[in-house]
């Protein structure tokens, strides 16, 4: 019982968490089996038959239920008419025990061999028969007797839809985020199917939580990946969730199109042809920053005060590069942890250093924290933050206290940029709210990837990645094409709280 | 008048009544059947040796242990099996247990106070007061800490906080384990004392016969779970096995 | 540097402090109680400041009202903890490290609900104690306002308990039935019920803490665990676990040891020396250093 217990707060713990790994034959397979053998093997992985596969008029017969499973078809089974059925994507045969006619797509067909059941009491069926009716290749090796069966990977046909999946979280630290993705993206589908699709064909979203957790965001992937199969997928949107991921996108050779900002998802660290970045990266940010407090603040003798995880580090690193360039010396680094309440000290001892600008490397919250002890103990300099400085869930938290804050910000609702406005206006009357970065990031993929479909003609995931590489397309976010990097856009503003809304300094580039 | 009419209506008051009391441990008969009495006044002994029954006899009128089907003990007339410990200890009944068991980390004197909840708020403090007359000792050590006392002391704390209580029946598992001798001497010297003053009811288990029968009234002797005698004090005192038992030299 | 600075983060540390004192307290009172240590203890913070913000911000029921009926939850949760987390473990033989283990448990539960019902982002808490930016100026100090009322809760707090278990005869019973269970029911003191009490107090004074400490910690996972649940705990430990005054100067001694390291070594090197300096204490006196409860062995 008192592991029952501890059994049942684990379960609880998980449920949540753990979503599923789909167990499914293979959909593009290798079968190969030999005469009266009952050891086959499936993409390689070796499987016992409980039926040897035999010859009956030059005809060889396997039992019904293992070819289906191997080539990942569903299988069905009528006591009453002996009938048995295949069904693989839009293919479906039916065979009757004794009889030599089938149904293939609802056409009459006659086979040279009926299916039938044996002494031992296995239903056994004409494996030619069933896997050419099903679009895949046999061959016959006459030496080793051994039937090899290859089954193509189904390829979605240009009249179904087109399906695109959304890793996103909805749930766990980043959860508004995952609203903004969706928000984005889906809208630009659905402006796209209302105008008529891509080349006739409507686009399929289906969007997973992936809680901002690498894991679950893996699980996620290959869902898209295995049974979905879809065209391209958006997000993740969190850096640590895309590192876990982007591999298998490249294995499987699909575009993965992320909003993640991460320096080290630059195409120059993990070589991946099949990763893209919808949005300005954090180095580019910072260096944009850093050019601003220098050369429109004059400033001389910056602070910094910096959160301790990979975000804000690495944006310490760049920022420590950018004022070097300078010749500029930073003269007070102050660390706080995240989840620290009380920065008495670290503001203290940054007044003290004679700061002539504060510089802000936190996420949202510690952002707050040092905001309301900066206004406490009147640290009277200019406070340019990172991107977590530029967003509501940063202004909610502070109060009055961020009013006069400038940052960096990768999305601005407040411009007035006629395309910005009109996706601005699009997405409050869609969703009854204002969209925030990350939504025009994604909003802008859906319409980059209809333009790399068009281009390439196809919806081969393959031909999409090379098309996605050289097609232009002018956004919410301007002029979108894919850089040495594989980023699609270096567009950041800065911008300076009022207490309402973030008024655009300048918009760069 | 006086002393026969007085005797008549002491026997008439029966403070507790044991009928059919059966406890087992795993399997195993702890107390087999067990009947017996106490009246209101009466000091009675259960004597036998280790492993007879006679903590678990005291632990099974205390609520701590579980009957089996059939078992009764009626205090002041009242059916108390079922009852849980607290509310036998309301009822009336203390236990002082074996190893003393006083709270270490709270003083004497809140040792005392938690003992009184089923006296009236405005009588405690004199309830408390007639322990620290009793034991002297503890009266110069009110405000320190239990855990800190010596073992004798100890035990005076665990047989006070019996008395600060109020209840009319006692029960005192083995006051002499693991006291020097003159220690021992000096609270069952109280104990006379209290027996002698208040005609307070007492249940008491203590191998050391020697000790114990001259405070009692009645005994009885457990053995292997059972009553194998029982009788007044001066009847059973001759009684050879007893004699060898408790009170063989050498 | 100057004494205003020394002041300023002498009043920094020692509000920080306090909230971990307070969260401290909250452990001590079961430990008082029961002897038990509930892993789970932050949680109450956390949920009595989600509770308060649903009532008050979301569904506008008004301060009071909100109050009271967050800590009453808060209570009734404690009640339940009892009986569906202390007694089937009681039951079954568990004992002291598996109701450790089971409250752990319970506390990554929580936060993954929270997580799950609220989503991640910290929300702002309303202002029901003066605005976040509202300051104090005494001469070149300034404080804000907010941190008055946590000086005034967790003195009226730690007065309150301190009352409640050393002078009070229900405190005595608390503390007879942590010592000794058994012993406590036979001198008749009701143990389910103290039990049952224990929790709902103890789960209700991390609760009104939880509501304190919001416009600090935001309406946010923070509250939930991390660190101040960690230094919570250890403001317990340098109160021997029994002392709530003891407790209370714990927190206030780590607050402080935080905010000075970082003033006069590193902000980089905040956490390490404060950890650092716990652990010697409790090597060097494992019953606490504030702890004048009980003395010698």
């Given amino acids: ?509 | 008048m006086p002393i026969l009419e007085t005797k008549m209506s002491e026997k008439t008051e029966e403070l507790l009544r044991i009928k059919n009391l059966t406890v087992m441990y795993n399997g195993i008969t702890a107390l087999r059947s067990i009947s017996m009495t106490v009246d209101k006044g009466e000091v009675v002994s259960v004597l036998g040796p280790n492993g007879a029954g006679k903590t678990t006899l005291l632990r099974a009128i205390s609520g701590l242990v579980k009957l089996e089907v059939g078992s009764s003990i009626l205090f002041s007339g009242k059916e108390i099996v079922g009852y849980q410990p607290y509310k036998i200890a309301c009822e009336g009944i203390a236990h002082v247990p074996e190893g003393r068991q006083v709270f270490p980390a709270m003083s004497v004197n809140e040792n005392l106070e938690v003992a009184t909840t089923r006296v009236s708020r405005g009588l405690r403090k004199g309830r408390i007061d007639s322990v620290y007359q009793l034991f002297s000792e503890l009266a110069g050590r009110k405000n320190q800490q239990a855990g800190s006392l010596s073992g004798g002391e100890q035990q005076m704390l665990a047989i006070g906080r019996a008395i600060a209580s109020g209840s009319e029946l006692i029960l005192i598992d083995e006051p002499s384990m693991g006291l020097a001798p003159i220690i021992v001497q000096r609270i069952f010297r109280t104990l006379k004392e209290i027996v002698k003053e208040t005609r307070l009811t007492l249940l008491l288990v203590e191998q050391n016969a020697k000790l114990s029968l001259p405070l009692s009234d009645r005994i009885y002797v457990l053995s292997q779970g059972s009553i194998a005698m029982e009788g007044p004090v001066a009847e059973i005192h001759d009684n050879q096995m007893i004699q060898d038992m408790y009170f063989a030299k050498g | 540097m100057v004494l205003s600075d020394l002041l300023q983060n002498i009043i920094g540390g020692v509000t920080v402090g306090a909230t971990y004192g307070l969260i401290g307290l909250g452990v001590v009172f079961l430990w008082q109680s029961i002897e038990r240590i509930n892993f789970a203890n932050i949680s109450s913070a956390m949920l009595a400041a989600y509770l308060f913000y649903t009532f008050y911000t979301q569904l506008h029921l008004g301060f009071l009202v909100a109050f009271v009926v967050s800590i009453a939850i808060i209570a009734a949760y404690g009640l339940a903890l009892r009986h569906l987390v202390l007694e089937p473990i009681n039951r079954h033989g568990g004992d002291k490290l598996e109701f450790v283990v089971a409250t752990l448990m319970l506390c990554t539960f929580w936060l993954s609900v929270v997580k799950v019902l609220y989503g991640g982002i910290a929300k702002p808490f309303p202002p029901v104690f003066g605005e976040a930016t509202s300051f104090v100026q005494i001469g070149s100090i300034s404080i804000p306002s907010v941190y008055f009322w946590i000086f005034f809760v967790v003195l009226v707090l730690v007065l309150v308990l301190y009352v409640l278990l050393q002078r009070t005869m229900i405190g005595k019973m608390f503390r007879a039935t942590a010592q000794n269970k058994e012993m406590a029911s036979l001198v008749g003191i009701n143990v389910g019920m103290t039990t049952s009490l224990a929790f709902m107090l103890s789960t209700s004074i991390v609760g009104i803490a939880g509501i304190l400490l919001a416009p600090i910690y935001f309406v946010s996972l923070d509250l939930g665990g991390g660190p101040i649940g960690v230094k919570g705990f250890a403001a317990a430990v340098m109160g021997g676990l029994i002392d709530p005054l003891g407790t209370i100067l714990g927190g206030l001694s780590i607050g402080l040891i935080e905010n000075f390291s970082t003033l006069f070594i590193s902000s980089a090197y905040k956490d390490v020396i404060s950890f650092v300096v716990l652990v010697v204490v409790l090597v060097w006196k494992p019953r606490g250093i504030f702890n004048w409860t009980t003395k010698g062995d």
């Fill in chain 1, 1 to 509: 019982m008192k592991k029952a217990l501890v059994m049942l707060m684990v379960v609880a713990l998980f449920a949540g968490v753990l979503g599923f790994t789909p167990v499914r034959a293979a959909e593009g397979a290798i079968v190969q089996i030999t005469i009266g053998s009952t050891k086959a093997t499936i993409n390689s992985k070796a499987v016992v038959l409980d039926q040897p596969p035999l010859i009956e008029s030059g005809r060889t017969l396997v039992p019904f239920r293992f070819i289906g499973e191997a080539i990942g078809a569903q299988i069905g089974w009528n006591p009453a008419k002996k009938s048995v059925s295949y069904v693989l994507g839009n293919k479906n045969i039916v065979l009757t025990i004794g009889s030599v006619t089938a149904i293939v797509n609802g056409v009459k067909t006659t086979l040279d061999v009926a299916p039938k059941i044996l002494p031992t009491g296995r239903t056994v069926v004409p494996i030619r028969f069933i896997s050419e009716s099903i679009g895949a290749k046999v061959d016959w090796n006459a030496t080793t007797r051994m039937v090899t069966v290859t089954v193509a990977a189904a390829k979605p046909s240009w009249s179904t839809p087109i399906k695109i999946v959304l890793s996103a979280p909805f749930t766990g630290s980043g959860s508004i985020l995952g609203t903004y993705c969706k928000g984005g993206a889906q809208l630009a589908v659905d402006e796209i199917n209302a105008a008529g699709g891509v080349n006739g064909a409507k686009l399929d979203l289906i969007t997973y939580d992936d809680q901002a957790n690498a894991s679950t965001a893996a699980t996620v992937v290959r869902r898209a990946l295995d049974s979905d199969k879809a065209v391209a997928i958006f997000g993740p949107n969190m850096s640590a969730a895309v590192l876990g991921v982007h591999a298998l996108a490249q294995q499987a050779k699909v575009p993965m199109l992320v909003g993640a900002t991460s320096p080290s998802l630059r195409y120059d660290t993990t070589h991946n042809d099949y990763l893209f970045r919808l949005r300005a990266d954090d180095g580019v940010k910072v260096a944009q920053q850093v050019k601003y407090i220098v050369e429109i603040l004059k400033a001389k003798k910056p602070g910094i005060i910096l959160g301790s995880d990979d975000y804000c580090t690495s944006a310490l690193a760049v920022a420590k590069q950018a004022f070097e360039k300078y010749g500029i010396k930073i003269v007070d680094i102050e660390s706080m942890k995240e989840g620290d309440k009380d920065v008495t000290a670290q503001v203290t001892k940054l007044k003290n250093a004679g700061i002539d600008v504060l510089v802000g490397l936190t996420h949202e919250p510690e952002a707050a924290v040092v905001m309301l002890k900066v206004r406490q103990l009147k640290l009277a300099v200019p406070i340019v933050g990172f991107s977590a400085w530029g967003v509501p869930a940063f202004t909610d938290l502070a109060g009055d206290a961020a009013i006069g804050v400038i940052s960096v910000q990768g999305f601005n609702p407040a411009d007035t940029d006629p395309t910005v406005k009109k996706f601005v206006d699009a997405y409050k009357a869609k969703w009854g709210m204002e969209p925030s970065d990350p939504a025009q990031c994604y909003y802008d993929g859906v319409y980059l990837l209809k333009k790399a479909i068009e281009t390439a003609g196809s919806t081969d995931p393959v031909k999409i990645d090379e098309a996605l590489k050289t097609v232009e397309y002018t956004g919410v976010q301007g002029l979108m094409k894919c850089d040495a990097l594989h980023n699609f856009t270096n567009i950041c503003y800065i911008s300076q709280f009022n207490g309402k809304t973030w008024k655009v300094i300048s918009k760069i580039p």
